[in-house]
């Protein structure tokens, strides 16, 4: 039997679609070509997400095959076929509204030493991701028991701190691209986004506890989700 081809044509077009094209609205609204700090946010975003699968490979070589399938999974929670796309169009509206609000001076300029300090946040939401991603074998597109990959609970890296860092990462870079970019209207989109992944959230972490063999215990060792002494 052939195994399902991973790289499709569907896959290459969202590739360059999320991947390329949506890092760089911001500059293709504005076309302010000068505008530094939307050059580093796309090649942050652009770069970091080839560096983080290329290790993420190297470790879990099947783990890119079941992301590039993800939208194919029959088993893939009921809600989370709703958030799921949620998730990805608030990753797209969040430059959009960025680069709107740049090119019709909607917002105030932050100061340099804020925008580096979002920056840096930025990266470290980032870095936490990547880390979730290369550590976790099982990190999926969607929300699913992984029961033909031998689905396990994952302990070790990032997941000693919090039990969803993938999350608790991209949360940390959406709140700090719209300081970072000087477009304060960006917020509503990152509300939007992170309203969709505290929900997506508590419904995952409730379908491991009741579905997957472990993860109620690990829970009663690593107490919270996304923010240490939060939740």
């Excluded at 890092?23 to 070509?33: A, E, G, N, S, V």
């Excluded at 890296?157 to 691209?177: D, I, S």
Aim: charged share 15%; hydrophobic share 50%; no cysteine.
């Amino acid at each position: 039997m052939n195994k399902p081809q991973t790289v499709t044509p569907r896959l290459i077009v969202q590739l360059l679609l999320f991947i390329v094209v949506v890092p760089l609205l911001p500059l293709l609204i504005t076309r302010q070509w000068d505008w530094w700090e939307a050059w580093v946010y796309a090649l942050v975003v652009i770069l970091g997400f080839m560096l983080s699968r290329a290790l993420a490979a190297r470790k879990h070589p099947d783990l890119l095959a079941e992301r590039a399938r993800f939208l194919d999974h029959e088993d893939t929670a009921s809600w989370d076929k709703i958030l799921a796309p949620l998730v990805g169009l608030g990753g797209g509206l969040i430059p959009l509204v960025a680069g709107l609000d740049v090119l019709f001076n909607w917002s105030p300029t932050f100061s340099l030493p804020l925008k580096l300090v979002a920056l840096a946040l930025f990266l470290t939401g980032y870095a936490l991701g990547a880390y979730a991603l290369m550590e976790n074998r099982y990190f999926s597109g969607t929300v699913r028991i992984q029961t033909e990959r031998d689905h396990k609970v994952v302990s070790s890296g990032p997941y000693r701190w919090v039990r969803h860092p993938g999350y608790a990462g991209a949360l940390l870079a959406y709140l700090a691209t719209p300081i970072f970019l000087d477009a304060a209207w960006a917020f509503l989109p990152v509300l939007f986004l992170g309203t969709v992944l505290v929900i997506r959230t508590a419904l995952e972490d409730t379908t491991l506890q009741n579905q997957l063999a472990g993860y109620r215990d690990y829970a009663q060792r690593v107490r919270y989700r996304l923010l240490p002494g939060v939740w």
